[in-house]
């Protein structure tokens, strides 16, 4: 019993939590890795792009709500989803249209369109705060277990308990869903080997007549719509606050440069580990130890490495071992 109990604290706050997370990191970073890997520069404003995202899904979530319109036991934020994706991507097109466009024509050096892109998350994050303010947004709403810990123990008998929240289940069903139609989409579809053949040799695609302002604004298109549902998957799971997902750009990046910067497949292997590697070395195992080992051998202290104020340096320190030792990343992308 002791071991389905430390199993169980485990799977509780580290397992469930951690692939939540990961899949969360994984969408944001298959944005990231698609513009990496056609247009040939880190988007800076990736994560601004996520909370602006997340900011339209909540307004026409707030409209729903006022028109009394829900969606049962499901967060009504997924109702409002593809609207909010839709001025995402319209956006987002925009500022390619009235920013990037003119640089790329002008053939500038990626290092050039880095710094243009920080000049965009400024500009976004602005927008963001002006218009539905800095404060934490809990948006979440129906049902909100999918099963409850005291459930869990009615089943098993158990001293601890288990419970799976309804955003968590959400999440893990979207990525799976997500990561199963773009591997399809890029490997089986017509435009997915355009881009991947722009992405491998851009003048070789261009004589076989692809049209790269299409493959362009499909990129943008996707990083958009896979960068507003990891905003709204992390907004439910945790709360929406705009300069929450400015930090997570670190993470973001750190798990596309792991998986291999440019591949989308790296790119979900990136985010889990980023994820466990964070919640792995924060984690307090006290109470996991205590169960597993005699008590003479149990830890006076907490059992944690750091705390969580050093989520961020984790995944700084991750990346840096990566780009020292491996800078292709595990399914060797491109160079970072």
Known sequence: MDLLNALVVFANFVLLPGITYGAQLALGALGATLVYGILRFSNFAHGDTMAFGTMATILVMW??????????????????????????????????????????????????????????????????????????????????????????????????????????????????????????????????KSMRAFSDNENLALLSGVNPERVVMIVWMLSAALATLAGVLYGLDKSFRPFTYFQLLLPIFAAAVVGGFGSPLGAVAGGFVIAFSEIFVTYSFKKVFGYLLPVDWQ?????????????????????????????????RGKSA
Not at 139 to 164: I, P
Not at 302 to 329: E, H, I, M, N, W
Request: without cysteine; aromatic residues 12%; proline residues 2%.
């Open 63 to 192: 409209l729903l709500q006022a028109a009394g319109i829900g969606f049962g036991s499901l967060p009504t934020a997924l109702l409002a989803l593809p609207a909010g994706i839709v001025v995402a991507v319209l956006f987002v097109l925009a500022t390619d249209r009235l920013v990037y466009r003119y640089y790329r024509r002008s053939k500038v050096n990626s290092l050039t369109l880095v710094m243009v892109s920080l000049g965009v998350m400024f500009v976004m994050n602005g927008i963001v705060r002006t218009i539905i303010g800095v404060d934490d947004r809990q948006f979440a709403d129906g049902a909100r277990f999918v099963f409850t810990a005291a459930q869990f123990r009615e089943w098993t008998g158990l001293t601890e308990s288990l419970a799976l929240r309804t955003t968590q289940a959400v999440t893990l069903v979207v990525i799976v869903l997500v990561v199963a139609w773009l591997h399809w989409f890029l490997r089986r579809t017509r435009t997915g």
């Open 299 to 331: 830890p006076d202290g907490l059992a944690q490495l750091l705390t969580t104020d050093y989520k961020v340096a984790v995944s700084f320190t991750v990346l840096v071992l990566v780009l020292l030792f491996r800078p292709t990343g595990i399914f």
